[in-house]
């Protein structure tokens, strides 16, 4: 774990770092949340705090009970995904929200069947690798609503695997090793419309 200054154009280090690789990041205000896949596929549960001139990382509960590759942040704490069942105490089929006030998880709904997680906080979107939500039909992508606590599909989604999320703050970007979406040609990447409930190739898309 480094990073990097650009005024100065030199990397510092996050106190002691990590054990093992980092396979997730992710920002909430000035949080910075880190998770790694650890010598027994263990969540890191950490988090670098700056509080006043102490710098230091502290641990989000007892953690989940298997890797978590998917990382963001949302306003009312981080969201985890990966291939956990349990986030602390809770059952939590593959994805989890900690809430820093309470400093616990919570589930998002029944969660999903497999996972390997890509969430983006603006829309609550998630993709996984392969899965979908065990509540709903969704292929690789699926939309939760914290309001009425439920998934919801976006259109037929991708018929291969989402790797990549974006967000412009109208435009809802896909990236993955798919070559269609909703049914349409989608080389690579498509663009979900929002207005219309339809995902739309970007051009030709690209050859890898």
Excluded: I, Q
């Excluded at 989940?64 to 809770?90: K, L, Q």
């Excluded at 993709?127 to 709903?136: C, E, N, Y």
């Excluded at 969704?138 to 037929?156: P, Q």
């Excluded at 040609?185 to 050859?207: E, F, I, P, R």
């Amino acid at each position: 774990m480094a990073k990097w200054d650009s005024a100065s154009g030199t990397w510092t280090n996050l106190g002691s770092g990590m054990d093992y690789e980092v396979v997730a990041l992710a920002v909430d205000g000035t949080d910075l949340y880190a998770g790694d896949s650890g010598p027994r596929a263990k969540w890191r549960r950490t988090a670098w705090a700056e509080v006043g001139l102490a710098r230091t990382w502290t641990n989000l509960g007892s953690g989940m009970n298997s890797t978590v590759p998917g990382a963001g942040a949302r306003r009312d704490g981080p969201v985890r995904g990966g291939w956990f069942t349990y986030a602390g105490e809770v059952v939590a089929n593959r994805v989890a929200k900690w809430d820093p006030a309470s400093g616990t998880w919570t589930n998002l709904g029944s969660g999903w069947t497999t996972g390997f997680w890509r969430w983006r906080t603006t829309g609550r979107t998630c993709t996984g690798d392969g899965s979908r939500p065990v509540a709903v039909a969704a292929n690789r992508v699926a939309k939760w609503d914290s309001a009425g606590g439920t998934w919801t599909n976006l259109g037929s989604g991708m018929e291969y695997v989402v790797k990549a999320l974006a967000h412009d703050g109208t435009d809802l970007v896909r990236g993955g090793r798919f070559t269609t979406a909703d049914g349409v040609a989608a080389n690579y990447v498509a663009k979900w419309d929002s207005a219309s409930g339809t995902w739309t190739n970007l051009g030709s898309g690209m050859d890898y």
